[in-house]
């Protein structure tokens, strides 16, 4: 054998042997249960003359033991908070001087556990039995999703704006709007149902196990969403329920006496009012015997406030009412002058450009309306037109065409270019005795060429004019290339506007809006402004092309 070879291997044998009568040394952490646990309770507001607090019902918990790497604190009153450092403020909230029992689990490693208990004796001066009885009528009280109201589900803003942090002023849903689509159908299945144990308030949600989550917290129920979508996920039964008052933004509001009740509902174990926001306590903005509003801040973002609106009527949304009578129709055959028996024009520059800084000048021109090859086309040009640099047109059927609900589809083609704004809309035919917004007024389509393919439907009436319009929008491709159908149903129950049946926007209609009395017809195309924005330098001209106008009852 090659002495090299015999060299290794010796010397291989030597390591291994070397190695082998090594002592083993490994070591591991013993797991010994935690031990001598110190609970420390300071009432808050405690003194000689109020032993028992200041009324607040706060108490400051301050665990420590030995061994322990967390706590978890359970209290009399059925609810618990897990604290990993031990210290935890708790907010009693029985009226009166009450004692409670607290234990303290003390968690180790490996899990092993070792429990201590502690009384306190507190008093809490806050209590708001009306919004109790409200809640359970005494004994037990079921509540749904207003899901007819617009608004039932919002979103705003949550920071010192006195003027904004107590509405959904970023986003709200329209009525029945999370019912169009699976991914959200699941919401308006809540039953959520408020009652008394004794004096205690307790809790249960029946989502039927799909909960409506937001996108940012669909990891809890084990998926992902870009969206927010219903997930399977168990809302875990019974909840206990206190009150405490509340300390938000709107309460710090000169004008929070009639922005909120100022009550908070504080849900024991991860309860929560049926869409998952990552937060357990919400404030009562308003509670009737069959209305309520809650505000609760998003779990993780406090920049956000989400609003729920509850009523105790399951919601059942009204079929719409299917019109098919065809009585009145503009078909555009006969080429030149738009008919004169159905459409009349706006002329002129407006006050303050039509009330929006508009930049052009309404013209009847054949230059900028005419009836050719079977469409209308309206036509806004760069061109210096009674002291305007634009012209363009405006067509109604004001005083020769009006109705009161009914289906209306117009199909059409949308002018393209930044700074131009195509209109198909109606107004209220009562304007000149009611003036607008309390006319009311119906934007079945709205288009910015500063913001290409995207459509926009809008209801104004009182309380949401201008820039605080009932609005919805979607994207739809290829609005200024190809011809799409714009359409609204309109009846006594709801508002409804669609492109090419994809719905737009939904607003539920009731006897206190404008939305019940004769409206007309209005096309436009207007330049600049406040929703057109700024107008392309290289602009010269572009249309809006209608094929037709249908109106059935």
Request: proline content about 4%; overall charge negative.
């Amino acid at each position: 054998m090659n002495k090299k070879i015999i060299i290794k291997i010796v010397s291989l044998f030597t390591i291994l042997l070397m190695a082998g009568c090594q002592k083993d040394d490994f070591a591991f952490e013993s797991i010994d249960a935690p031990a001598n646990i110190k609970i420390t309770a300071e009432i808050v507001g405690k003194t000689t003359a109020d032993p028992y607090g200041d009324g607040s019902g706060l108490v400051k918990l301050i665990t420590t033991a030995d061994n322990a790497i967390s706590y978890k604190y359970v209290f009399s009153d059925g609810t618990s908070e897990n604290s990993p450092g031990g210290v935890f403020t708790k907010r009693f909230t029985k009226t009166g001087v009450n004692t409670y029992t607290i234990n303290v689990i003390a968690v180790g490693r490996g899990g092993v556990a070792s429990n201590s208990t502690i009384d306190v004796e507190v008093v809490s001066n806050f209590s708001d039995p009306e919004a109790v009885q409200f809640l359970t009528a005494g004994t037990s009280k079921k509540w749904y999703w207003s899901a007819s109201e617009p608004g039932h589900l919002g979103v705003g803003q949550n920071d010192g704006d006195a003027e904004k942090n107590y509405f959904a002023n970023y986003y709200q849903a329209a009525a029945f709007e999370k019912a169009g689509s699976p991914a959200s159908s699941c919401l308006y299945e809540n039953v959520l149902t408020f009652s008394l144990d004794g004096d205690q308030l307790k809790f249960e949600l029946d989502n039927g196990g799909s909960t409506f989550f937001n996108a940012s917290f669909a990891s809890v129920a084990g998926g992902s969403s870009p969206d927010d979508a219903c997930l399977s996920y168990n809302t875990g039964g019974i909840k206990t329920v206190s009150l405490s008052p509340s300390e938000s933004v709107v309460t710090k509001n000169p004008k929070h006496a009639t922005q909120t009740r100022g009550t908070m509902l504080n849900f024991s174990d991860g309860g929560f009012m049926g869409y998952y926001i990552g937060q357990s306590s919400y404030e009562i903005l308003s509670i009737t015997a069959n209305r309520m509003v809650v505000r609760a801040v998003m779990g993780g973002n406090s920049a956000l406030a989400w609003y729920h609106i509850f009523t105790t009527t399951p919601p059942t949304q009204t079929p719409d009412v299917d019109y098919t009578n065809l009585v009145w129709s503009e078909e555009f055959n006969t080429d030149g002058a738009p008919d004169a028996t159905k459409w009349g024009y706006d002329l002129g520059k407006g006050d303050n450009g039509w009330g929006n800084n508009e930049k052009q000048n309404y013209t009847n021109a054949a230059t900028n309306v005419i009836v050719q090859g079977g469409s209308l086309k309206i036509t806004a040009k760069k061109e210096a037109s009674n002291g305007s640099d634009y012209s363009s047109a405006r067509l109604k059927t004001d005083a020769k065409f009006k109705f009161t609900y009914g289906k209306i589809e117009i199909r059409a083609k949308l002018p393209i270019g930044a700074g131009t704004w195509p209109a198909i809309w109606m107004l209220g035919q009562n304007y000149a005795t009611n003036p607008w917004p309390a006319c009311g007024e119906i934007d079945i389509m709205e288009h910015v060429g500063n913001n290409q393919n995207v459509i926009l439907s809008t209801l104004h009436y009182p309380g949401h004019s201008g820039g605080n319009g009932n609005t919805g929008s979607k994207t739809i491709a290829n609005v200024s290339t190809e011809f799409h159908v714009y359409k609204a149903v309109w009846s006594k129950t709801s508002v409804k506007t669609y492109v090419d049946d994809v719905m737009i926007h939904s607003v539920a209609n009731d006897p206190l809006l404008p939305f019940n009395s004769d409206f007309f017809l209005i096309l436009n195309v207007a330049m600049g402004g406040n929703l057109g924005g700024n107008i392309d330098p290289a602009f010269t001209q572009s249309s809006m092309e209608i094929d037709y106008v249908h109106v059935y009852q």
